[in-house]
């Protein structure tokens, strides 16, 4: 074999090892969540920042998180009203941090203490219609929430217990969040 040929087949076998090497691209789940089966989008969130209520307290803020038939509307800066039809996650959640979400591991106080890192009041509805104000409403009884913010983003997931039949309720979101001061 000449060596011209010997060069060439080296060159390909070079080629298709550079090109056929793919780099793993993270994998990340679709912002759903998920009950007794049934998957329900997520597409957006909103975080009401109303403080703190005293010092040994965290600060209280309100997790909303969307489907996309669901719209905001803001007047002023402020939330104004809310309209349209979807799936909805309302989550009264005591963060250590002041003006963002906090990170860290959000566990369902039944005894509403409002410490740091506790959620309390906590529903979700499938199928809200805002004009006629109904939907499929389940309280959440008992679980966890998990928050971690990269820059602008948050990754949320959810592993909750609603209350009549104890059906789980769980989730994850990635995206980001606007933060509206109610204080």
């Known amino acids: ?37 049934t998957e329900f989008e997520l597409s957006g969130g909103v975080v009401l920042n109303f403080g703190q209520l005293s010092s040994t307290q965290g600060n209280a803020q309100v997790l909303f998180l969307h489907s996309s038939g669901i719209k905001i ?31 860290g591991e959000y566990n369902f106080d039944p005894y509403y203490t409002y410490q740091a890192k506790t959620f309390g009041n906590a529903y979700t509805v499938f199928n809200a219609n805002y004009s006629t104000s109904e939907g499929e409403f389940h309280e959440i009884m008992s679980g966890k929430v998990t928050v971690k913010k990269d820059g602008t983003d948050y990754t949320i997931t959810f592993d909750c217990k609603e209350d009549l039949a104890g059906k789980s309720l769980t989730g994850f979101y990635k995206g980001g969040l606007k933060i509206y001061d109610e204080k």
């Open 1 to 37: 074999m000449s060596h011209f040929t010997k060069s060439h087949y080296l060159f390909a076998i070079i080629t298709f090892l550079f090109f056929g090497c793919k780099k793993d691209e993270e994998v990340v789940p679709k912002n759903i969540m998920t009950y007794d089966g």
């Open 73 to 103: 509307h803001e007047s002023g800066g402020k939330i104004d009203s809310t309209s349209g039809i979807g799936h909805t996650l309302y989550l009264e959640i005591f963060s250590p941090a002041s003006t963002v979400l906090g990170d």
